[in-house]
C-alpha cells in the first residue's frame, strides 16, 4: 500500500462493522475484525439483539472524532432506526455522542419519539442527562422530524437479557457508583424484568 492509500485509509469514516464478537456489557463491546478490535460503545437497546460471544455481528457505525483533541470514538447500533435517532439526538446543541447513547439506553424509540412528538418536556426531562432547557431545545427542533405520535404513551421498554448483574454494570457504565448501581436495581420490585426494563426503572427512579 503507498503512502497516499494508507493516508486516505487512516483519515477514512468507518460506517459499519461486521467481524467477531470478542467483548461484550450492555454498554459496550469490542469487535474482532481481521484481528483487530475495535471498541464500540452502543446503547442497551442494541445490546438486547446482540449475538453470543464469539459469533459474527453486524454493527451500523456512528464514528465520532473529537474536534478539539482528534480522538476518536465508534458508537454501534443494531439497527437504522437506532443510529437514525441517534443522529437525530446529536444534532441538538448540548446532546453529545455518549449522551445520546444514554438517552437511547433510558427509552425505547418509539417512547421517545412520542414524546417529542407530544411535546412532553416533562417525560423528557425525566431522562438521565436531559435538563428543561434540553427538553425544550429536543422537541423545537425535533418535532417535525420524527413524525406523529402512535398512541403509545410514556417512556416505554423493548426486551433484553434478564440478568441483574448487567443491569448493575449498565448503571456504572452511565454514571452511578458501583453500590448505587446495586442499590438501585435491588429496588427494583420486578426482578425478572429485561436488562432494558431495570435500567429504566433504575434511571427514573
Partial sequence: MNSGAASWYFGGVITHLHGQLAETSPTRIV???????????????????????????KLLIHHHVNGQDGTQQLFGFATPEEREMFLLLISISGIGPKLGCNILSSSSITGLRNAIAAGDTKTLSSLRGI???????????????????????????????????????????????????????????????????????ALRG
Avoid at 437479557?161 to 420486578?190: C, E, R
Fill in 31 to 57: 469487535v474482532d475484525c481481521h484481528g483487530v478490535g475495535y471498541e464500540v460503545f452502543i446503547p442497551v437497546s442494541s445490546y438486547a439483539k446482540l449475538p453470543a460471544v464469539g459469533a459474527e455481528v
Fill in 131 to 201: 435538563g428543561k432547557k434540553t427538553a425544550e431545545r429536543l422537541v423545537v427542533e425535533l418535532k417535525d422530524k420524527v413524525g406523529e405520535a402512535t398512541g403509545v404513551t410514556g417512556i416505554t421498554s423493548v426486551t433484553s437479557n434478564p440478568k441483574l448483574a448487567d443491569a448493575a454494570a449498565a448503571l456504572v457504565s452511565l454514571g452511578y457508583k458501583p453500590a448505587d448501581a446495586q442499590k438501585a436495581i435491588a429496588a427494583i420490585a420486578d426482578k425478572n424484568a429485561t436488562v432494558e426494563e431495570l435500567v429504566r426503572a
